[in-house]
């Protein structure tokens, strides 16, 4: 029992292996106001009730193999020593930015290839947000792999690596610039590792 309970453990580890933290929630506040003057609706324009609009980016994270960009899926069978590119992604579907995103993925299971995190904050969001198609992310996928790469130190820029654990943002790791999700449009990171 209690080696099952280890497997299971590593299993959540290797599926929940990515933390999204946010430095604020995206709020929208449209004013929508509803009144009367003496019952009557005609006279008083609708001005007193507001509804708030909230959204709660979700993170999302995909895998490729390095060699064709094959999309890979949850319980395909890989040799030992072979090259995966990891998608994970931020669709915002709000009209406002996210200000100061943190993203961290512990790897279990893999080693990072150094130098190989790359970040991108401009691909249109997809058509559902919570919901992209292979097709959007292959394109997100596309889009990420081909910029500029950002350093493995901290200090340097927005990504880092430390001992197992990719990270972006400065409200993960103390030292890292401010990644900021814009409106709008997808957050992406990409980073390559070797299954063990």
Known sequence: ????????????????????????????????????I?????????????????????????????????????????????????????SN??????????????????????????VLNTTAECATPLACTPAEELGIYNDARVVAISTDAINDDNASFTGTTVEVGNNVTAGNTQQDAAANVVLALVFTATLD
């Open 38 to 90: 003496a019952g009557v609706d005609a006279d008083l324009a609708n001005s007193n009730v507001f509804t708030l609009l909230s959204s709660t980016p979700t993170l999302f994270k995909a895998a490729f193999l390095t060699a064709d960009n094959t999309a890979l899926t949850s319980g395909d069978t890989l040799p030992a020593g072979t090259s995966v590119d990891f998608l994970i992604y931020l």
């Open 1 to 36: 029992m209690k080696r099952q309970r280890k497997i299971a453990q590593r299993m959540a580890a290797f599926t929940l292996g990515v933390m999204l933290t946010l430095g604020t929630t995206v709020h929208a506040a449209d004013n929508v106001g509803l009144g009367d």
């Open 93 to 118: 579907e709000a009209d406002l930015a996210v200000v100061d995103v943190g993203i961290q993925d512990n790897l279990v299971g893999f080693t990072y290839v150094p130098n190989s995190i790359r």
